[in-house]
């Protein structure tokens, strides 16, 4: 939806879900242990506990962000299409006269 056009998106959440459950499906490391990038060598660093913490926190506080910025996009793509509609059945209502 990023690149999307929002009225022309599907306003529902399901790539949300989808995205989420893929995201819950991926492998996660049961060790402290990250393999070092940009090396040839099978070294790796080690990250406390804590660092883990803050790590998954700020991944945690990321998606969090994303989902925000996601509702707030969806919210006013629903209230312009709200606003077409109104505008639509104005003039049809319009076009039928005082007899309508």
């Not at 879900?17 to 080690?46: H, I, K, N, V």
């Amino acid at each position: 939806v990023r690149e999307k056009d929002l009225k022309t998106a599907n306003l529902n959440s399901e790539w949300m879900e989808e995205r989420f459950d893929e995201e819950l499906t991926e492998p996660m490391g049961q060790s402290y242990e990250e393999a070092a990038e940009g090396t040839d060598e099978e070294e790796t660093e080690t990250y406390t506990p804590n660092e883990v913490l803050v790590q998954e926190m700020d991944e945690l506080n990321c998606r969090l962000n994303n989902m925000k910025e996601y509702d707030v996009r969806t919210l006013k793509a629903c209230k312009e299409q709200g606003q077409e509609w109104v505008e639509r059945l104005t003039i049809e209502i319009n076009s039928r006269g005082p007899e309508a």
